[in-house]
């Protein structure tokens, strides 16, 4: 079946430790997208990427990286720098032309703790 | 920048009640509408969607919504509640390469 996987569902990080969370998918998407969710605050744009090779600032990138060397990974790099980072994270991909997107689909999530 | 509001960040409703989910967008252009779901700790769901044609548009689930632009409205509505619509519920609202979601309601349902 066609879909995202994100992994792991649930990270613990120690503070001033950089972690990596993972999203692979199999639709043959362009486009991918990273959100952080808090509650009472909906999705949040981190990073999203039209096209391998390339991405661009979200309205929340202040902390995290991200990469897009192949068209089917876009991980998310959560670095010492992003001072509160205990959320729930969510990647997403939609087909990416370039235009309007029609519709995104979404991975299960990662719970990132910090402990 | 392309937004929705969603007015009430929780409702509940008895069960077999009508569902009422509000959400208003702002757009200078023809807007892309789209009503997720998420049951806890989970991803997004694809409820439904309105892109361009006709104004009420049906889901998943028994949900329904109808793009209103004199009013910018884009209401989800489900006739009879069900236990399982218990979730959080997002109107969203797209533009080039980007999807804008609301904060967010989280539906209750009570016996």
């Known amino acids: 079946d066609g879909g995202i996987t994100q992994s792991p569902k649930y990270l613990f990080r120690k503070e001033g430790q950089n972690v990596t969370l993972s999203c692979e998918q199999n639709l043959n998407h362009d486009a991918m997208y990273w959100y952080r969710q808090d509650p009472g605050q909906g999705l949040r744009l981190i990073y999203y990427?039209?096209?391998?090779?390339?991405?661009q600032k979200g309205d929340i990138a202040e902390g995290y990286s991200v990469s897009r060397e192949k068209k089917e990974s876009f991980p998310l790099t959560v670095t010492s720098a992003q001072k509160n980072p205990t959320a729930f994270y969510l990647c997403?991909?939609?087909?990416?032309?370039?235009?309007?997107?029609?519709?995104?689909?979404f991975g299960q999530g990662t719970r990132l703790t910090v402990v | 920048a392309q937004s929705v509001t969603q007015l009430g960040s929780h409702v509940s409703v008895s069960e077999g009640a009508l569902v009422l989910l509000r959400c208003n967008y702002s757009?200078?252009?023809?807007?892309?509408l789209f009503w997720y779901v998420q049951y806890p700790n989970q991803g997004l769901q694809l409820l439904l969607k309105?892109?361009?044609?006709?104004?009420l548009v049906k889901g998943i689930n028994g949900f329904e919504a109808e793009f209103k632009k004199s009013e910018t409205s884009f209401h989800l509505t489900k006739p009879s509640a069900h236990m399982s619509d218990a979730a959080e519920y997002f109107c969203?609202?797209?533009?080039?390469?980007?999807?804008?979601f609301g904060k967010g309601t989280s539906l209750l349902v009570t016996p």
């Open positions: 997403a991909s939609s087909i990416g032309t370039g235009g309007v997107v029609t519709e995104a689909f």
């Open positions: 757009s200078s252009v023809p807007p892309y």
């Open positions: 969203a609202v797209s533009e080039p390469r980007k999807t804008n």
């Open positions: 309105y892109t361009t044609g006709a104004t």
């Open positions: 990427s039209q096209i391998v090779n390339d991405f």
